[in-house]
């Protein structure tokens, strides 16, 4: 544990003075605060920028607090999951161009910790992030809607955070099988497209991580149910890619 610690830690530092973090932190604040707003006065801007605005005004209903949750949602998925994989791509693959984690690896520091400390380190990223994303939407939704359910509020980004440390993980893994953060972030993108279509399938999408944000959705509605098993599969994606991810490290000559 204390190796760990100490990876841990260095990996947080190098979070900081790369900018990650705030980079991460900024992006997900900026449309935490953005949603609220864009639901509530995107039908005022379509009345101003249309020339008969007052017409499609008036078949548009008049905007809910539904509207700003689906927003957050939205958004926040987007731009988290492209977040994950620019974040990510370069987390084992640079280091392996450069020979840094050759160097670090002559400690003698086990490979699973190395992969461990960097997951957790952009685990620990995504989570400041979402912190900030949660309390600046809350915030706003209140002052334009109404008051959000906290429990439910909570549950929602707890659940849009498994979704996205899926695409970290599963970047990381890109990330270890090559050298190149370009081809890295090419096969990144390949799973999010690959999990997308699959989640368009009917039936088989209900056990892919996307069913994680119907289920969010629905913590805002009286029909909405749990997707356990999506939430079982998509922890086992997060564990299974750090697995195969450690077990190719460990065939590597750095």
Known sequence: MRILWVVLRKELMEQWRSYRLLI?????????????????????????????????????????????????????????????????????????????????????IPRGIFLSAKFLALGLTF?????????????????????????AWLG????????????????LLCSTLTESQVVSGGLALGFVVVLSGLGAVPRLGDYLPGQLNAWAAGLFTTNGEPAWSALAVSLGLIVGALAVAWLFFERQEL
């Open 24 to 108: 991460v932190g900024v992006v997900l604040l900026l449309f935490g605060l953005a949603s609220p707003l864009l639901a509530r006065y995107t039908p005022e801007i379509l009345r101003l920028a249309l020339p008969e605005g007052e017409e499609i005004l008036s078949l548009i209903p008049p905007p809910t607090v539904a509207d700003a949750v689906s927003q957050y949602l939205k958004n926040i998925t987007q731009f988290g999951v492209l977040l994950a994989v620019l974040m990510a791509m370069g987390a084992v693959a640079l280091e392996k161009d450069k020979g840094t984690a050759g160097l670090m690896l002559v400690k003698p």
């Open 127 to 151: 989570a400041a992030g979402i912190l900030l994303a949660a309390v600046a939407g809350y915030y706003y939704t209140l002052l334009l809607f109404e008051p959000l359910s906290l429990s």
């Open 156 to 171: 929602l980004n707890g659940l849009l955070l498994v979704f996205i440390l899926v695409y970290v993980a599963l970047t």
